[in-house]
């Protein structure tokens, strides 16, 4: 078992909107930086956004900036990553990550994620 659980993941057409979410399921998410990385099928994993552990500071690649929201409800355990206008170069399996040191400033190496999911797929396509 993944120590997170994304979900949310599906197909849907250009333009269209889904909304990822991942929980936590060994630990608690209250004192982690979280963020999603996507893989494409041949490319490497690349970062798309990261949310500190209040929630205060946010960052986006430039790919998503405008078109995709990170929020977190500690309340709930869950990060969410709601994706609007979406194009078919955003098919790839998301994942998100956690780590509790490096924040969102854009220090953080993706081996400094201790926690992962075990992805979700999306789908864009007509």
């Known amino acids: 078992q993944s120590d997170l659980v994304e979900s949310g993941g599906g197909l849907v057409e250009p333009g269209g909107s889904l909304r990822l979410s991942c929980v936590a399921s060994?630990?608690?998410?209250?004192?982690?930086?979280v963020a999603w990385f996507r893989q494409a099928p041949g490319k490497e994993r690349e970062g798309v956004s990261c949310?500190?552990?209040?929630?205060?500071?946010?960052d986006y690649a430039d790919f998503v900036k405008g078109r995709f929201t990170v929020t977190r409800d500690n309340a709930k355990k869950t990060v969410y990553l709601q994706m609007h206008n979406l194009k078919p170069e955003d098919t790839a399996v998301y994942y998100c990550?956690?780590?509790?040191?490096?924040?969102?400033?854009?220090?953080?190496?993706?081996?400094?994620?201790?926690?992962w999911g075990q992805g979700a797929q999306v789908t864009v396509s007509l």
């Open positions: 990550a956690a780590e509790s040191i490096w924040g969102c400033d854009g220090s953080a190496r993706i081996t400094d994620y201790n926690y």
């Open positions: 949310i500190s552990v209040t929630g205060s500071t946010t």
């Open positions: 060994t630990f608690s998410l209250d004192y982690y930086n």
